[in-house]
């Protein structure tokens, strides 16, 4: 229960971060303006040395936003199992591949089994 507790701060605390430095969370990845990123830490490094810099404008239009974490469905999980496939950090591995759509990871799966 503990960890729940500290995982659930880290989030509000991320997402504090996220909404102070212009950088939004769609479930997958993390952006600030044109630039995305798998690792959360990552957008906010770029971001707060853009803010940092001399003449920097923040975007007036900005507007923060922040999904939940996108995890497979019933089904997904279901097709995962049949092909051996698996689901870490909002990405499917696969044969020591990584992707980010189940269905690319099912097609390559489906045409190179027991990999």
Same mark, same amino acid.
């Given at each position: 229960?503990?960890?729940?507790?500290?995982?659930?701060?880290?989030?509000?605390?991320?997402?504090?971060?996220?909404a102070q430095y212009?950088?939004?969370?769609?479930?997958?990845?993390?952006?600030?303006?044109?630039?995305?990123?798998?690792?959360?830490?990552?957008?906010?490094?770029?971001?707060?040395?853009? @803010?940092?810099?001399? *003449?920097?404008?923040?975007? /007036?239009?900005?507007?923060?936003?922040? #999904?939940? !974490?996108?995890?497979p469905t019933d089904?997904?999980?279901?097709?995962?199992?049949?092909?051996?496939?698996?689901?870490?950090?909002? @990405?499917?591995?696969? *044969?020591?591949?990584?992707? /980010?759509?189940?269905?690319?990871?099912? #097609?390559? !799966?489906?045409?190179?089994?027991?990999?």
């Open positions: 229960m503990e960890s729940t507790r500290a995982t659930s701060a880290k989030q509000e605390s991320d997402e504090s971060l996220a212009e950088i939004s969370f769609d479930g997958r990845r993390y952006e600030f303006r044109q630039h995305h990123y798998d690792v959360f830490r990552d957008a906010l490094h770029y971001s707060v040395a853009e @803010h940092a810099k001399s *003449g920097f404008l923040g975007d /007036d239009a900005f507007q923060p936003s922040w #999904a939940a !974490a996108y995890q089904e997904d999980e279901s097709m995962m199992k049949l092909h051996g496939i698996a689901f870490t950090d909002g @990405h499917f591995f696969y *044969g020591g591949y990584r992707y /980010d759509q189940l269905r690319d990871a099912i #097609a390559f !799966a489906a045409d190179h089994p027991n990999l």
